[in-house]
């Protein structure tokens, strides 16, 4: 806009071309008005504060909004209600938010766009064979334990779990049996006893015997056993005999004759006076065991 030169301004009388100055700025910089009443036509301006007031609603197309309060306002600009809300306080209720980058954990979110890695990220397990336990307030991380432990309740600790050595309910030098070959992790096997055989007692445990297992059932037979007279079942054996007398009539064989009247009469001998054995079958199936003491 052009400066208009005022004797204030100036401190002395304005000269003649100074007055035509003027004129010719008015003229230059001049609203003028239209045919209409009321209405006037700014081909250019420039509004540094003030107010524009009693105009018809600025188009969305020409830079308003197309109406004259807030609300229609935020319609024809396709606002929702979200519009409204500080940015500090935003509610959304239903609806979707898609295309952004992964929302934090430390605003709100798990900073991953999978179950699996969302999960991760919010577990707080750091090495394999870690598991999550509830300690009364948080979930946190029971560390995993070494090889060959189990995982018991034990309600000293924060979390009512601990790890301990398998079979943990056995007091130390405990001995069991185990059907393998080597003693299990947390046991030691004993050798002390080899090739026996087991005996079930109601007194007090104990070993005993000279003969090995599989000596004592290797046999096949009894020993060679030669029977004494003792040995010999009490016995008889009836003869029949006829007396011999003077008119010469011969006993019957075997007989010894005596006298004319008397013999004692006696059988053959039989048997040769040897041993003999019986057979056994002892091959009886069996399975192995070991003995292992608790360490």
């Given at each position: 806009?052009?400066?208009?030169?005022?004797?204030?301004?100036?401190?002395?009388?304005?000269?003649?071309?100074?007055?035509?100055?003027?004129?010719?700025?008015?003229?230059?910089?001049?609203?003028?008005s239209?045919?209409?009443v009321?209405?006037?036509i700014?081909?250019?301006?420039?509004?540094?504060?003030?107010?524009?007031?009693?105009?018809?609603?600025?188009?969305?197309?020409?830079?308003?909004?197309?109406?004259?309060?807030?609300?229609?306002?935020?319609?024809?600009?396709?606002?929702?209600?979200?519009?409204?809300?500080?940015?500090?306080?935003?509610?959304?209720?239903?609806?979707?938010?898609?295309?952004?980058?992964?929302?934090?954990?430390?605003?709100?979110?798990?900073?991953?766009?999978?179950?699996?890695?969302?999960?991760?990220?919010?577990?707080?397990?750091?090495?394999?064979?870690?598991?999550?336990?509830f300690?009364?307030?948080?979930?946190?991380?029971?560390?995993?334990?070494?090889?060959?432990?189990?995982?018991?309740?034990n309600?000293?600790?924060?979390?009512?779990?601990?790890?301990?050595?398998?079979?943990?309910?056995?007091?130390?030098?405990?001995?069991?049996?185990?059907?393998?070959?080597?003693?299990?992790?947390?046991?030691?096997?004993q050798?002390?006893?080899?090739?026996?055989?087991?005996?079930?007692?109601s007194?007090?445990?104990?070993?005993?015997?000279?003969?090995?297992?599989?000596?004592?059932?290797?046999?096949?037979?009894?020993?060679?056993?030669?029977?004494?007279?003792?040995?010999?079942?009490?016995?008889?054996?009836?003869?029949?005999?006829?007396?011999?007398?003077?008119?010469?009539?011969?006993?019957?064989?075997?007989?010894?004759?005596?006298?004319?009247?008397n013999?004692?009469?006696?059988?053959?001998?039989?048997?040769?006076?040897?041993?003999?054995?019986?057979?056994?079958?002892?091959?009886?199936?069996?399975?192995?065991?070991?003995?292992a003491?608790?360490?």
């Amino acid at each position: 806009m052009s400066t208009i030169v005022t004797r204030a301004g100036k401190g002395s009388a304005l000269t003649h071309n100074e007055v035509d100055a003027n004129f010719v700025n008015l003229n230059t910089d001049k609203i003028q008005s239209g045919n209409t009443v009321g209405s006037l036509i700014i081909l250019s301006a420039t509004i540094s504060g003030g107010s524009i007031t009693g105009i018809t609603d600025l188009a969305v197309a020409d830079g308003g909004t197309g109406a004259s309060n807030q609300n229609d306002a935020r319609t024809n600009l396709g606002l929702g209600t979200i519009a409204t809300q500080n940015a500090n306080n935003v509610a959304i209720t239903g609806g979707s938010i898609s295309g952004i980058t992964d929302l934090a954990i430390a605003d709100g979110g798990t900073g991953a766009s999978s179950a699996t890695t969302a999960f991760d990220n919010l577990a707080p397990t750091t090495t394999k064979g870690d598991l999550i336990a509830f300690n009364g307030t948080d979930n946190v991380r029971i560390a995993v334990g070494s090889d060959g432990q189990v995982l018991t309740a034990n309600s000293a600790t924060a979390t009512g779990l601990a790890w301990q050595a398998a079979g943990g309910g056995f007091t130390s030098g405990t001995l069991m049996l185990f059907q393998q070959t080597a003693a299990p992790t947390g046991w030691t096997k004993q050798t002390t006893h080899d090739n026996k055989a087991l005996r079930v007692v109601s007194g007090s445990a104990s070993s005993g015997g000279s003969v090995a297992f599989t000596t004592a059932f290797a046999n096949g037979s009894t020993g060679a056993t030669t029977l004494t007279t003792a040995q010999i079942p009490s016995h008889s054996h009836s003869l029949s005999a006829n007396n011999a007398d003077n008119t010469g009539q011969t006993p019957r064989p075997g007989a010894v004759r005596n006298n004319a009247s008397n013999f004692t009469p006696s059988t053959n001998t039989e048997g040769g006076g040897g041993s003999h054995t019986h057979s056994l079958t002892l091959a009886v199936q069996y399975v192995d065991l070991i003995i292992a003491s608790k360490d």
